[in-house]
């Protein structure tokens, strides 16, 4: 957990105490539950059923949905005035897991996906996309949400509204 948070930290650029939430600590639970896992209230809460169906290397994948998971505590989710869209939550803390190489293998190629918020791995690749555009992208987004969200965010970082954005990265992944 705590190499998950120092790789937040970096990743999303908050090097001094005031870019971070206030976050005295994180707890881990296993729990008899449906699901694989979930984030509430500085908590951390992992299926048992999940645990014991890893086929594989069990610290990889886990790991991966550690770091997942930690996106979810420390990342801003615009809470304070308009929420940011599901999707694009669950995208940045899959981004997280991209950049630390626990991306599994079944996720969905660059370019697949329905729509830029569609959530986990399909947003995750496109904000991989976007932050090729401009690098350090998704955590200027991301300190952007610190109190509210607005999909202008795009057209302030990137000079696009999300959609053209959107159209651009499927159109570069078109055979």
């Known amino acids: ?7 937040f930290w970096g990743l ?7 870019d971070r939430k206030a976050v005295p600590r ?11 896992a979930y984030a509430s209230n500085n908590e951390i809460h992992v299926g048992d059923d999940y645990i014991k169906g890893i086929k594989g290397d069990i610290k990889w994948d886990f790991n991966g949905v550690l770091y997942h998971e930690m996106a979810h505590i420390w990342q801003w989710d615009g809470s ?21 190489n626990y991306a599994p293998s079944n996720w969905v190629k ?10 986990y791995d399909v ?6 996309y976007c932050n090729g555009l401009r690098k350090g ?8 949400m610190r109190a509210t969200y607005s999909d202008n965010f795009f057209v ?18 078109r055979n």
């Open 12 to 18: 999303f650029q908050q090097y001094a105490e005031a």
């Open 80 to 100: 304070a005035g308009t929420k940011a869209p599901g999707g694009l939550i669950e995208g940045i803390a899959d981004f997280m897991r991209l950049k630390a």
């Open 156 to 173: 302030e970082l990137l000079g696009k509204p999300v959609d053209e954005l959107w159209r651009d990265y499927k159109a570069m992944f």
């Open 1 to 7: 957990m705590a190499q998950a948070t120092i790789f």
């Open 137 to 144: 992208f998704v955590a200027e987004l991301n300190k952007k």
């Open 26 to 36: 994180v707890s881990l639970f296993v729990d008899d539950m449906e699901g694989i």
């Open 123 to 128: 947003t995750a690749r496109f904000l991989d």
């Open 110 to 119: 660059p370019g697949q996906g329905d729509r830029w918020d569609q959530g």
